[in-house]
Structure formats: structure tokens, C-alpha cells
């Protein structure tokens, strides 16, 4: 068997009732901070792509957008450490106030990595959004400014999140069971 799978009621972690609640809120929290600016949202591809589209539907002041393509050497996704870029950003992002959008935060060497390239490019100010934190499986000291949930070391599947490139389009969050964390 290639995949684990995906129980529905049993196995969701966070519902898509949760997440919009909290997706709304975090928009709340990223609309006061930035009240009379446009800041600049790059969404990590994939994963992030559901989450962005909710989040920027929520935010309350203009904003603009990009997307930045991001993959990871080796079997696992997690486990090489090596990161490079499949889709780089279409518009400068001098000066921006930039907003990186992730739907997780695991290991933090992707986060470094964003953080590296994009500073290069003299972002005015450079924030994350993450909508999931595993704090607990941290190697790079990296934070989120603004996080949707911490969770524990399970694989969750599901609003964009994948095992395999499936599941993505599930409306909720899922622990896959099958799956373990490398
Ligand atoms: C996920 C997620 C982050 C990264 C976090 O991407 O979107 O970019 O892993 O892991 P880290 O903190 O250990 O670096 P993934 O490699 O699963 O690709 P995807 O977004 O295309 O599914």
C-alpha cells in the first residue's frame, strides 16, 4: 500500500468549521497590524495555496499577491534538508512589506531557506504567517509572527496539505495514521 488513508470523522484533527474561525481571526490580527499599508502576501507553493486564498478573502485592507515555488531534495519532503526554488517570484519585493504565507511549520530548514533568499531582495519588513505549527520538531531556531495551531508530531493531510500529493483537497484536517513523521 503506497498511502495511508483517510478515515472522515475519526481522523480529523481540525475541522473546517476551526479552521475558518481561525482563519478569520488571524485575518483580523493581520489587518489591524497593517492598517494603512499594502502588504505583500507570498504563498509557498503548494501547500499554502487553500490557505492563502481563505486568508486574503478575510483580510480586511488591500493587499497584493505572489507565489513562490519551493521544493525539498530527497525521499522525504523533511529529511534532506536541501531546499530549492521551483517558481520564483514574478514582482521585486524591495522595499515591500512582505507577509510568507505556509501551512506548516515543521523542521524550520524551509522557513530559513525563505528567509535567507528574501532578504536578499530587501523586503521593507518580513513577516510569516503559518497556519499550522509543530513546535516540537524544530531543528533552526525559526518563529512564526503569527500562527493558526500548534500541533503535536503527528502527519496531518488535507486543506492543502498532502501525503504523496494527495489529499489536498480534503476540507478538513486529517491525522493520517499510516504515516509516520521521518
Ligand atoms: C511543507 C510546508 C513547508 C515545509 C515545512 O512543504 O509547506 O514549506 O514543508 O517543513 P520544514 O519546516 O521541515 O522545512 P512540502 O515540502 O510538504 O511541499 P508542498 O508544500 O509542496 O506540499
Redesign the pocket.
Known amino acids: 500500500m503506497d498511502h495511508g488513508t483517510v478515515d472522515q470523522a475519526p481522523d480529523i484533527l481540525i475541522s473546517k468549521f476551526e479552521i475558518e474561525q481561525r482563519v478569520a481571526a488571524l485575518a483580523a490580527e493581520i489587518t489591524r497590524d497593517y492598517r494603512g499599508r499594502t502588504p505583500h502576501l507570498v504563498g509557498?507553493?503548494?501547500?499554502?495555496w487553500i490557505f492563502m486564498a481563505d486568508l486574503v478573502r478575510h483580510i480586511d485592507i488591500e493587499v497584493t499577491v505572489d507565489f513562490l515555488?519551493?521544493?525539498?531534495y530527497g525521499p522525504s519532503?523533511?529529511s534532506s534538508?536541501e531546499?530549492r526554488i521551483t517558481k520564483d517570484l514574478d514582482v521585486s519585493i524591495e522595499g515591500r512589506e512582505v507577509l510568507i504565507v505556509?501551512?506548516?511549520?515543521?523542521?524550520?530548514?524551509?522557513?530559513?531557506?525563505?528567509e535567507e533568499v528574501l532578504t536578499v531582495h530587501k523586503p521593507h519588513t518580513l513577516r510569516v504567517v503559518t497556519l499550522l505549527d509543530?513546535r516540537s520538531?524544530?531543528?533552526?531556531p525559526?518563529h512564526a509572527d503569527y500562527v493558526g495551531f500548534e500541533i503535536s508530531d503527528v502527519f496531518v493531510v488535507g486543506y492543502?496539505?498532502?501525503f504523496n500529493?494527495k489529499y489536498?483537497r480534503l476540507p478538513d484536517i486529517h491525522v493520517l495514521r499510516q504515516a509516520t513523521s521521518p
Open positions: 509557498i507553493l503548494k501547500g499554502a515555488g519551493i521544493t525539498s519532503p523533511h534538508g531546499v505556509e501551512d506548516i511549520l515543521d523542521t524550520g530548514r524551509t522557513l530559513r531557506f525563505l509543530k520538531r524544530r531543528i533552526v525559526v492543502g496539505l498532502d500529493q489536498r
